[in-house]
């Protein structure tokens, strides 16, 4: 099906490469899971189209086989039907010319009705453990509810793409684009860390290959919270203490595993995600001035007050901060940019999903599921219902063609 869209009309691959963008580059690359909108569409994770695996693929289990002592024949029957996924390479080339990101429709993708009803259902069900978690950590209860459903709607879209070939299709047949080289290098390493992950999880053959071979997005993200094969080596936690981290079937881990991921990346306890920007023109002309995104925290609050950007803050004048510039379309052909003051939390979740986009609709979703701000905010234009039919009407021909 994906093959079908695609091959459709250009204007097709262009509008698919633009939303695929809107997340893949609203802010940086990502780290622990690239995601469209987080999750490709349905058709998209279902494609099976595939390629025969490629020849630089056996030096490389060679290196594995020798730098972590895994028997040769053992990697090279579990990628004797590794395959590279042409879908994939399409899912990741950077955006048309001309596209511009848009804050208000990213947003309003992930912060809506449905997902704040599973979001209060999934807190509700493990509140016991998410506060246990919350205390131990530091990190609010409702931002460990909030990555959990912006990453995949507690579960419901955690990727059909085996992670094993979509590695394999990352790491040795990435685009050909400016960062070809180092993408992947990114890739191969985590082709490396799966291996690790599932060989020390159960060496034994089946189990093995079976491990390599579950499916996650199409970077190779997995389970509930899409943590990337380095990060559940480095930060996954055993929630439930059951003896193993299984972030796609236990809600405790994913929980327990998120919570110290923020943790480690330097979540700060009491401290807010992010500040308001001051309304007026001296404030925005300030924040347009210091935008420069990149999420690092390069300038100190006092800073932020001296140019009156904030209101008066309990926290400290050396607080660490940064400018968060999203981003929209505006009615006259222009952009529309609203600012605000990214702190140390902000930046955490950006480690998580290197991301401004990203960051802020986890922060203000959380704050949607304390009731602190409403689903709906802003003007972001959501196709009619009568769009949506005709969409539906036009796949359905398009599909009746094809097998005509």
Request: positive net charge; hydrophobic residues 35%.
């Amino acid at each position: 099906m994906l093959k079908n869209i695609f091959q459709h009309t250009q204007k097709a691959k262009l509008a698919l490469a633009a939303s695929l963008a809107i997340a893949l580059l609203s802010g940086c690359s990502t780290t622990t899971g690239t995601r469209s909108e987080n999750t490709p569409s349905k058709a998209q994770e279902m494609s099976n189209e595939t390629d025969q695996k490629p020849d630089s693929l056996a030096p490389f289990l060679e290196k594995l086989s020798q730098d972590h002592h895994i028997p040769l024949t053992d990697l090279q029957n579990s990628f004797e039907d590794a395959k590279t996924i042409p879908s994939i390479k399409k899912l990741v080339l950077p955006p048309p010319p001309g596209f511009q990101k848009n804050w208000k429709v990213y947003r309003s993708r992930f912060i809506e009705p449905k997902r704040l009803a599973a979001g209060q259902q999934f807190w509700k069900k493990h509140q016991a453990f998410i506060k246990e978690t919350s205390d131990k950590t530091g990190v609010p209860p409702e931002l460990i509810v909030s990555i959990i459903g912006v990453e995949t709607i507690y579960g419901r879209n955690m990727g059909n793409f085996s992670v094993r070939d979509t590695l394999v299709t990352l790491g040795f047949q990435y685009p050909d684009t400016p960062n070809r080289k180092a993408r992947e290098t990114l890739f191969k390493n985590q082709l490396e860390d799966l291996v690790i992950l599932c060989w020390k999880e159960n060496p034994k053959a089946k189990p093995f290959k079976a491990c390599l071979n579950q499916n996650g997005s199409y970077a190779g993200a997995i389970g509930l919270p899409q943590f990337m094969p380095g990060s559940i080596l480095r930060f996954a936690v055993d929630g439930d203490q059951d003896g193993k981290i299984d972030l796609r079937n236990s809600p405790q881990d994913a929980i327990a595993s998120v919570a110290n991921f923020l943790k480690a990346h330097g979540w700060i306890k009491n401290e807010p995600v992010y500040l308001e920007l001051l309304p007026g023109d001296e404030a925005q002309q300030a924040a347009k001035e210091l935008a420069d995104g990149e999420p690092k925290a390069k300038i100190k609050l006092g800073e932020m007050l001296q140019k009156n950007m904030i209101a008066s803050t309990n926290l400290p004048p050396e607080t660490p901060s940064l400018v968060v510039d999203l981003p929209s379309p505006d009615n006259q052909g222009g952009t529309s940019t609203k600012y605000v003051v990214g702190l140390r939390n902000f930046i955490a979740i950006c480690d998580y999903n290197r991301s401004f986009f990203y960051a802020q609709s986890v922060a203000e979703f959380a704050e949607v599921l304390k009731g602190e701000m409403p689903v709906m905010q802003g003007d972001a234009k959501q196709p009619s219902k009568k769009a949506k039919r005709t969409k539906k009407s036009s796949s359905k021909q398009a599909v009746k063609k094809k097998k005509d």
